[in-house]
């Protein structure tokens, strides 16, 4: 994880509206630039692009990237977008599982309309078996997500999970809420630029804060996924699993598609399970620059990819 400017900077890059032209033209064309964190810009596409992930022992993620949305209209047409993706998942045979994120759904409408909208999108999860997982967003949606995923679980869906920050210094409370449940918790360390009012702003107290909510969520939690490319996360979780003598099937680690191959490949070879977050769609701008705000090698990486294309 790089600092917190280098964080803002690219935030603020990725409302710049030229910027994001630019590279739509550029950057998902075959062999374009955004192609090694993006799978493609329609659901067939990222079913193609990864469809050699499980024959390599890979678990996967399917993530419509999506902008967020003012108005009822624009999130219901989003719900209904889902059913379409969640046939094409169907159809395919791909694993049935698939993030998402609520203001896409209507969070910013209002709590009733981003559950209106999961419970439809969860009708035709649940008749299919799919895993469905609320990603995160920013610190002003923290609560209103939990709000969303307990008010669906207390409707009997149990095909559904979140996401927790370790940036945030309310998780550990959370982690214990979702224990309580009985939920499934993604752990990541936070991808926004948050402020010191509710976050660590410190690498080192993030990465400490990751270890012990990793612990508390193996030791407590129900199939936590430790979503995180850091060897020293991986190590940690990997020596609390075996000093508390825990099967390598009570938890898996997730990783970014495009990010880290080999560690992906060399865990799963240990015999830990892998699952690979794969996003794909056309408003993969936000996303992207997210990424390259994360490692400024990216950045030399996209430009070779730019300059090679000339
Ligand atoms: C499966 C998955 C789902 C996620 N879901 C969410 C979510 O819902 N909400 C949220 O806020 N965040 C989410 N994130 C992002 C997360 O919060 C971090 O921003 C991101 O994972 C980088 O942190 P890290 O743990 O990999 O550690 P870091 O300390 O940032 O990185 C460790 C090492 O990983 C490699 N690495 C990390 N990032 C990159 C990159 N972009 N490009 C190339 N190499 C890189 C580098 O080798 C780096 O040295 C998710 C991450 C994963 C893996």
Redesign the pocket.
Known sequence: ??DAASKALFHSLAQVDRLRHLASSYGMRPGGFARRFIAGETVEEAIAAVADLPGRGLRL?LDYLGESVASFDEAHTASLEYLRIIQAIVESGTERNI?LKLTQLGLDVDVATAVDNMRRILESADAYQFFVRI????SPYTDRTLRVLETLWQQGHRGIGT?I?SCLTRSPEDVQRLNQLGSRV?L?????KEPKTVAFQE?SAV?TA?VELMRDLLDHGNFP?I?????A?IEATKRHAAERGYSKDRFEF???YG??RDLQTSLVAEGYGV?V?VPFGQQWFPYFM???G??P??VAFVLRGILGER
């Not at 979503?227 to 060897?231: D, K, M, R």
């Open positions: 994880m790089i993620t993030s990603d995160m967003e920013n996401v920050q993604r990541v360390k936070g991808a926004y690498k990465d990751f996924a979503a995180t490319h850091a060897v996360m997730q990783m970014l990010i880290r699952r977050y997210r990424r390259l994360e490692r090698a990216n």
